[in-house]
């Protein structure tokens, strides 16, 4: 398996008819799964909200260029233990448009957190169950103190039954920049909430959001394999 640390997160209300033939963004993806670089398109509906489509774009690489398209994107690395966090805009927007185009969405709200994180997000994004976690800053709360909580909990996570592991990062967009993205990986939903309800996950967890507003969402994700 290939290591995935650059993520692309976008997601969209989809249309009937996605929702009763998902191949309908097959072209779309087609094109993301060709770019240089990219090392695996991923896909599936958020359970709490099933009309909605979650897509994934992962790769290793720090430079994506996907010369169909003509898009580029570089991250910045930043320095000491901190998470790291995109310094430039969601790559590959041209071929996201296809996507969109070609399922049909009937109501368009992509939005794109990338992220680069330093441990691999594959394990989490080829597990039974994918968790999404964006956790919001709260007005003055520091970066500095997310990052040692989130470090914290992606211990534990590691070590959680059921667990597939977890990889967090900072999206770069300017309207971001106080939030965490992460990627978990479960064998099921109920063994998230089985695992967060006990000592010291769920002491994490509380700390965080005495500083922080949590939005969780989980998916069954599918590849993309081209044929």
């Not at 898009?71 to 927007?93: A, Y």
């Not at 040692?148 to 996570?157: D, F, I, P, R």
């Amino acid at each position: 398996m290939r290591t995935i640390t650059l993520c692309e997160i976008s997601w969209f209300t989809s249309s009937n008819e996605y929702q009763q033939d998902p191949c309908a963004a097959n072209r779309g993806l087609a094109l993301l799964s060709s770019a240089n670089g990219m090392h695996g398109n991923y896909r599936g509906s958020y359970v709490e909200e099933p009309s909605t489509v979650v897509m994934i774009n992962g790769s290793h690489a720090l430079r994506i260029d996907a010369s169909s398209s003509n898009c580029v994107e570089t991250t910045h690395m930043k320095p000491g233990n901190q998470i790291p966090r995109m310094k430039c805009l969601p790559f590959l927007p041209c071929t996201m448009h296809s996507v969109k185009r070609s399922s049909r969405a009937s109501r368009t709200n992509v939005r794109q957190p990338v992220y680069n994180s330093r441990h691999s997000t594959s394990g989490a994004l080829v597990a039974p169950t994918t968790e999404f976690a964006f956790i919001s800053l709260k007005e003055g709360a520091t970066r500095e103190v997310l990052d040692m909580l989130v470090g914290t909990l992606q211990a534990e996570l590691s070590k959680a039954p059921g667990s597939f592991g977890s990889a967090w990062g900072w999206p770069g967009e300017l309207e971001r920049e106080r939030m965490c993205v992460g990627v978990i990986g479960w064998d099921s939903i109920d063994a998230h909430w089985e695992a967060v309800s006990a000592a010291p996950l769920s002491t994490i967890i509380k700390q965080i959001k005495q500083i922080a507003d949590v939005e969780l969402r989980h998916s069954h994700l599918t590849k993309y394999v081209k044929y």
